[in-house]
């Protein structure tokens, strides 16, 4: 999961005249740049195509409540379930993954 606004500013981030911008982003730096805090309002999730899709407003507030009782710095791994329509998700749940050991 990341904070919505900070990772759509860092896909804007590139040179207008760069053809290969899928190849020049590095996607695991700005997933962990964009890890959400106690202060981010908008949310989304990043796919495996790096495609942002961004939390309804229930979705947001869900998601709120979960940051607000994550304590790691870095990284926010989460399962979402709900309906996906354009590139926004009308969330039902956000729960996040417990890490494999």
Known sequence: MVDSK???????????????TAVDRDIGYEIRYCTPTHKTKYFAIVDEAATRLKFDAAGNAK????????????GLLVTV?????KNTIHVDSVSPVQPKR
């Open 6 to 20: 900070c990772y759509g500013a860092e896909e804007r981030n590139v040179n207008p005249n760069d053809t290969q």
């Open 63 to 74: 998601a709120a409540e979960l940051v607000k009782n994550f304590t790691k710095k870095r």
């Open 81 to 85: 379930t709900g309906q996906l329509v």
